[in-house]
């Protein structure tokens, strides 16, 4: 069974950091890309980072792009995303969903359960 | 970016009775629309993929269709556990959700 567990989310003040952390098991880690998906109170879901499968390709949506950094170890089956310079539309739950390849582009095909981040002062 | 549209925003349906969802998007997406489930607290989950194809364990009254930019799910016979809230995503350029469809119980 695909399972996804992340971790790190908490409270911080605007301007901190943070460190999530995403621990997958149950299958081939380093065979999918993986990815990182916001919802903030209240609203849809938005994807915010992408890495390969390798580690070698990185993509950032325009809102996090120059304070997140997305990286994996696919040795430890883990994805992380290191968050700075915090603001206050940072506020949301963060989910790791696992890519899954179709026609040259990928969809989310397991999701974690998610770890909250608060951002105030 | 491609906006998705969806509508209606809240739909009230009685157990068993068929509910429809649409999606709209912005531009032409080809087939690369999925749509998920939300219930409150808890992970979106993956229903369908490529605008039809059901996922995992997936029961067979979801049903999704459309092409180009207009896409709908279909859920027949609507079970206490279908309440919830369903999202659409394009992952044709970048990944894009919609606001949502929240489905109550009428």
């Known amino acids: 069974e695909v399972q996804l567990v992340e971790s790190g989310g908490g409270s911080v003040k605007p301007g901190g950091s943070l460190r999530l952390s995403c621990a997958g098991s149950g299958f081939n880690f380093d065979l999918h890309s993986m990815n990182w998906v916001r919802q903030a109170p209240g609203r849809g879901p938005e994807w915010i980072s992408y890495?390969?499968?390798?580690?070698?390709?990185?993509f950032y949506a325009d809102s996090v792009k120059g304070r997140f950094t997305i990286s994996r170890d696919n040795a430890k089956n883990s994805l992380f995303l290191q968050m700075n310079d915090l603001r206050g539309d940072d506020t949301a739950v963060y989910y790791c969903?696992?890519?899954?390849?179709?026609?040259?582009?990928?969809?989310?095909?397991?999701w974690g359960q998610g770890t909250p981040v608060t951002v105030s002062s | 970016e491609i906006v998705l549209t969806q509508s209606p925003a809240t739909l009230s349906v009685s157990p068993g009775e068929s509910a429809t969802l649409s999606c709209r998007a912005s531009?032409?997406?080809?087939?690369?629309l999925a749509w998920y489930q939300q219930k409150t607290g808890q992970a979106p989950r993956l229903l369908i993929y490529r605008v039809s194809t059901r996922a995992n364990g997936i029961p067979a009254r979801f049903s999704g269709s459309g092409s180009g930019s207009e896409f709908t799910l279909t859920i027949s016979s609507l079970q206490s556990e279908d309440f919830a809230v369903y999202y659409c995503q394009q992952y044709h350029n970048w990944w894009t959700f919609g606001q949502g469809t929240k489905v109550e119980i009428k």
């Open positions: 890495i390969s499968s390798s580690g070698s390709t990185v």
């Open positions: 969903a696992r890519g899954s390849y179709t026609s040259s582009t990928t969809y989310f095909d397991s």
């Open positions: 531009q032409s997406i080809s087939t690369n």
